[in-house]
């Protein structure tokens, strides 16, 4: 008897696998005999391994190794199928000894002819003694349903297997050349392959990726919509129920999208006709070009219940080709060897050797054809060219589609736009120039943006920096210039082309941008103006009359920007009346000067604050904390607000009620039913969390003005937002008492008195949980006081259970 061996590299990838033994299957590792199969179709022959589906006519050749002298020698019984309700024919059965319905040939090889009608193909191997060809016959014609499903999922679960033997295999080479390349390999594969990535394991040392991607494989596989349908659970279901449905192209490929849940249900059929003289071993088929290796699960058996192997063949039904599609976000692409063609959707394409003479047809503006071979590499994510596109025939952007064989049949793959490799040609705008003090972006125009393979810019005599660039169209590029420490001079750019293609420079004049002043807003009873132009950032102060404005947050919109000016003293700017002509100096770095005319507008209406109420939020095992002064609102409390507007104004609910916190104004907008409610038309309700509302870090004054139709009114004072340190509890000995809290390093101090005269400041960058601080007269106090770091007027008063 033979002896089979467990697949050593399939050892070594799950050693380390937790399989759990009421859940999982024994694995298929060992290794069973060798078939050589060859089917003919239109007159061609391909080894199975290149086949994905037999039709109607093929001629198909099986042959079983020969077995070493002196071992048990197998027998070959073929049958086709054509249903789960049909009996196949008796001269649908063929067996490679003598005897009734077989087809013998060369001593052990089956030559068989697809029959029309029949809609699978199972294979049974059974021992040369002892097995009967009759028995598994009339098994068959018995059940054909449990067949036809076992055939189908036996198919089924071999291409899932070479998914992820290639996933596996890749992975571990990977690993092998460079273990920091793991992350990124295992990211690519799992889109090739629809192979379900472990992000966790990314997070893991470089050495142990590998190991633990490849560690449970049950979890690994996702559905392959090309070869597979996804049907509703059946585990439970009635076995005739299960074999009714195995003739329906939905259940045909089994109920679970994973390989070891196909696996699951090959053992629940199986177990569904074992006889006392046969005994049914599902086989999988690991294909080699020329070559079938069976992997089984469980060792044979000689004696009575012989074991009978199964095999699946793929479906004899019409060609399925892949539907390949390029991947997202695929611009240019260079026409190089080497080169990749992105494509996705398929991934027996990666897994399988079905797809063959795989090549891109470029196709010139002049009709001027030439196929490139390619062939596909799941870990570079797509179809990698084997050859350069030629110089000659060929001018700008040129069209590529997708080619090759499905087995016997033709298919029509994605199309590309492919750029030349020496075409490597950019210019700049005639007028082009860079500004110093910000990144500039740059249109390129030429050819070859597929084939760029990096810029870079050198300033003056200093060395090559390396730049951010992308594809902007079929003849353009996007580079970004960063010269915000820049000295004005001249830059040169240089674009690098592929091996042979002559790079190409630009020389550019970097300049000093004087600021362009558009507009200075200012109506009557503001806190602060507002100036719009570009280059404001080189804006250190303007003064408006006598008064002198400095310069706030900086925002760009509508390819403007626009910056606010907070005055020096604000009851000098809020005092300019309507209507009032001024000039305003604006003073840029380097004391470089404009003015521009202001005209201060009629007054905005001011929100009236009618009403205030915040609900400290409650937190399990955190101590309540008392703020003052009134005014100061805990970031997680929830503070609600009424307004009115002046009486001439209703509300309507199409208003928006803007919020602003702290100096740099972090803001949230509430529209109606959004923390935006009416008691009537003259009366507003707004009620939010302010760390919801504005981000975790906001904190400072809170203010409110409410956007209309296009205007807006003035800020309105609500009060100041604090952050506040978790106080959990207190526990004194002697003459020390220990706090215990989370963020602590938001107190800037806690004492035991209002005074702070016993202070215990807390330190800069504070990370632990606890703090020690004297016990005043040797006992615990009946309160703790803490300044807040935000506004360290603030003080919280924490009760002391």
Known sequence: MPRYLPSLSLVALLAAAAWRVEAAPAQFDLVGPRLDVAVTHNGATLPL???????????????????????????????????????????????????????????????????????????????????????????VRKQPGAFVR????????????????????V??????????SVSATSQILTRSLSIKLKAECLQQPVELQAACLTGDRETLLFADTHSSALADTLAGAP???????????????????????????IFRLFGAFQSTQ??????????????????LNTPLSFAKPASVMVVGLPAIEAAKPPPLRKGEDVGLVCASAGSVLPVEGAPLVYATRYAR???IRATGSGGTTVDLPAHADPRRGGYVLDQSLPA????????????????????????????????????????????????????????????????????????????????????????????DKAAPGTVTLTVQGTAGAAPATLSLPALQEIGRLDALTLSAGDDNALLSGSRLDQVREVRLGSVLLRPGALTRSDRADQLVLAPADPAALRALPAGERLTAEVRFVGDRRKTIAVTVAPARPLPVILHKSVAPAVHAGVLPVTLSPDDRIAQDARFTFAFRLDPATPLTGQETIEIAAGENGVTARLTIGKGYDLQDAATGIVSFVPGEALGGVAHGPLRVRILRDGSATRWAPLGSVVRLPEVRGIACSGTRCTVSGDRLFLAQAIATDAAFTTAQPIPDGFTATAIDLPAPGGQKPAQLFIRLRDMPDSVAAVAVP
Not at 154 to 164: G, I, V
Not at 278 to 295: G, H, I, K
Not at 431 to 443: E, F, H, K, M, Q
Request: proline share 6%; aromatic share 8%; with cysteine.
């Open 239 to 265: 076995t005739d129920l299960a074999f009714q449905l195995s003739a329906t192209p939905q259940a045909g490929y089994g109920s679970y999208s994973s390989y070891i849940g196909v696996v699951r249900d």
């Open 150 to 169: 076992a055939v189908q999922d036996l198919n089924q679960a071999t291409l899932d297997r070479a998914r992820l033997d290639t996933f596996l295999n």
């Open 171 to 180: 992975l571990l080479e990977a690993e092998r050349q460079d273990p920091s």
């Open 392 to 483: 000659a025939g060929f001018t700008g952007a040129v069209a590529g589609q997708l080619l090759g064989n499905w087995g016997f049949t033709a298919f029509d793959g994605p199309r590309f736009r492919l750029s030349r490799p020496m075409a490597n040609q950019w210019s700049a705008p005639a007028d082009a120039s860079l500004v110093v003090g910000r990144t500039n972006t740059l249109a390129l125009a030429g050819e070859g943006g597929g084939c760029v393979t990096g810029v870079t810019m050198r300033r003056g005599d200093g060395a090559p920096q390396p730049l951010t660039w992308k594809q902007d169209g079929e003849r353009g590029l996007l580079v970004d210039v960063p010269l």
């Open 278 to 295: 046969l005994q049914f071993v599902p086989a999988l088929a690991r294909m080699d070009d020329s070559r079938l290796t069976l992997l």
């Open 49 to 139: 391994a290149w086949v994905p589906n037999l039709s109607e006519g093929d001629r198909i050749s099986i042959k079983l190794d020969s077995p070493p002298a002196g071992t048990e020698k197998f027998r070959i019984v073929a049958s086709f199928l054509r249903g789960a309700v049909e009996r196949p024919p008796h001269d649908w059965f063929f067996d490679t000894l003598a005897g009734k319905r077989h087809d013998k040939q060369d001593g052990g090889t089956l030559s068989l002819i697809v029959p029309k009608g029949a809609q699978q193909l199972a294979l049974f191997i059974l021992p040369a003694k002892g097995g009967s060809s009759d028995a598994v016959a009339s098994a």
């Open 357 to 359: 003479d795989v090549r």
